[in-house]
């Protein structure tokens, strides 16, 4: 995409590998206007400014990003060993960043803006979010962010050489869930499956990637779960399997 102002008939994946970007949850199918007014703006000023998105080149080694949003701080690790820690801003109050283990799906390089020097879109299931630069470099250290990870563009820059598409991200620390549902089931997303997710492995039920999205792999883990306690297998969280996994107080 070069510069220029994108307009298409139809419907809008946030988040998408050529949709540029943007940050926040997505309040399920149907994003709220000013969701979506949000995103038209960033877009907007994105591509007027020159902006691209571009699938990034194969990184060298074994590399992973972890993020510690308690902490505010990003660690780049390669084959095992810490290579270097960032100060960063999480998501603020009502905007959490989103906990799990995620990829990056594309990388974004334009001049400036709110997302700064560089773009790292991940491919969290329920929502926009990234690691980006920033215009706002007084908010790092601070929760301050959409949900996205802030970075001071002159360390944002500094990830071009190791991060490609398909790097590991798995980001750390306390969130905010707003209400656990009576029932969880396959096809199921949200930071509430992550924390499932977590909760079914910590027991060593093994719910594949904690990527918030209740799929085979998650199903399997609830089944063997629902084994072990004596329960009919149907492969479905509800409120027993839940307090068993600790994820909910009876």
């Not at 139809?10 to 998408?16: E, N, V």
């Not at 590399?63 to 660690?75: A, E, F, G, P, S």
């Not at 969290?124 to 007084?138: A, D, F, L, R």
């Not at 149907?234 to 409120?239: E, P, S, T, V």
């Amino acid at each position: 995409m070069g510069t220029g102002l994108l307009l298409w008939a139809g419907s809008h994946k946030a988040g998408g590998g050529l949709a540029g970007p943007t940050c926040g949850e997505r309040a399920g199918a149907a994003a709220s206007m000013w969701r979506f007014a949000r995103w038209w703006g960033t877009l907007t000023a994105w591509a007027l400014q020159g902006g691209t998105v571009r699938p990034a080149a194969a990184a060298g080694g074994d590399v992973l990003i972890v993020v510690d949003i308690d902490k505010r701080q990003l660690t780049l690790y390669r084959d095992g060993r810490k290579l270097r820690t960032f100060p960063i801003a999480a998501g603020r109050p009502g905007e959490p960043s989103p906990v799990g283990e995620w990829r990056v799906r594309d990388v974004g390089l334009w001049p400036g803006g709110p997302f700064g020097a560089r773009w790292f879109g991940l491919n969290v299931p329920w929502g926009s979010y990234g690691i980006h630069g920033t215009n706002n470099p007084g908010s790092i250290g601070t929760y301050a962010s959409l949900g996205c990870i802030r970075m001071f563009n002159e360390h944002v820059v500094t990830l071009d050489h190791l991060v490609a598409v398909g790097t590991p991200v798995k980001i750390i620390g306390t969130t905010e869930v707003y209400y656990r549902m009576p029932l969880y089931k396959e096809g199921d997303v949200g930071q509430d499956v992550v924390l499932l997710q977590l909760a079914l492995r910590s027991l060593g039920f093994d719910p594949g990637v904690a990527d918030g999205s209740y799929g085979k792999s998650t199903t399997r883990a609830v089944r063997d779960a629902e084994l072990w306690y004596g329960l009919w297998p149907d492969g479905r969280a509800d409120a027993t399997v839940q307090e068993l996994a600790g994820f909910r107080v009876p």
